[in-house]
């Protein structure tokens, strides 16, 4: 592990796939329509495929560093994700999280740092109340530009009047790694949503969690 821990003052929390358990809805639903004798391993295909469908920046992210046109893809995720509906209104929550929130809550500020619709980031937060634990909320449309670029963090840390340095942002994907990196934040990756650890560690995620709620063990407070 590489984090310092002592420079953690704040967190900043993804949503799909590091809060929410959407991310394993969609693959659920998908492996209903994939023919099992013709996959190996079906469960990862599906999850593949429906990353490439519901997150297609995560996807072509890594496509770009295979081809060396990174700074030109992530104008085009920005674009996508700015542009793009969720369709889904269905929201499930990962198992443990409200309990982590609840005792982290008043030992760090806390901010959503989603690329989602601010309509659907508020309806999750809502569903199982869980506003009242974070002291900021940006969107995908909150700053200038949205994950891979810095601006989402930046815009998080000036809510929780904390240096962009201090933040440790958790995400499940190589955009949350990047966006973190790119505004000096340290990072945490989680396996729980579309990211593989091999593709978070080559991204520059200072420490891999099994899921989100491994927190708790691993911060001090």
């Known amino acids: 592990m590489s984090l310092d821990l002592n420079r953690i003052k704040a967190l900043c929390f993804d949503v799909d796939g590091t809060l929410s358990d959407t991310d394993d809805l969609y693959v659920r639903k998908a492996l209903r329509f994939i ?3 013709i996959f190996k391993d079906p469960d990862h295909f599906a999850r593949r495929l429906v990353m490439w469908i519901e997150a297609p ?3 072509l992210l890594s496509l770009a560093d295979r081809l060396g046109i990174d700074d030109e893809m992530v104008a085009i995720i920005d674009w996508l994700s700015r542009h793009r509906q969720h369709s889904s209104n269905e929201f499930l929550l990962i198992d443990g999280v409200d309990e982590m929130l609840k005792q982290l809550h008043g030992h760090y500020p806390m901010s959503v740092v989603s690329a989602r619709d601010e309509g659907g980031t508020l ?3 809502k569903k199982f109340d869980l506003l ?3 002291d900021g909320i940006v969107t995908g449309l909150s700053a200038e530009h949205t994950k891979p670029y ?3 963090i930046l815009l998080a840390a000036h809510k929780m009047n904390t240096a962009p340095e201090n933040c440790l942002m958790i995400g499940d994907t190589t955009v949350d790694i990047r966006a973190g990196k790119a505004a000096g934040a340290q990072t945490a990756g989680v396996l729980c949503g579309f990211g593989e650890e091999p593709e978070l560690m080559k991204m520059g995620a200072d420490v891999i969690l099994e899921d989100t709620t491994k ?3 691993l911060l001090k407070y």
């Open 123 to 125: 309806a999750f937060l």
């Open 215 to 217: 927190l708790l063990g």
């Open 150 to 152: 810095p601006d989402p």
């Open 57 to 59: 920046g995560n996807a």
């Open 35 to 37: 023919p099992r004798f």
């Open 132 to 134: 009242k634990y974070f």
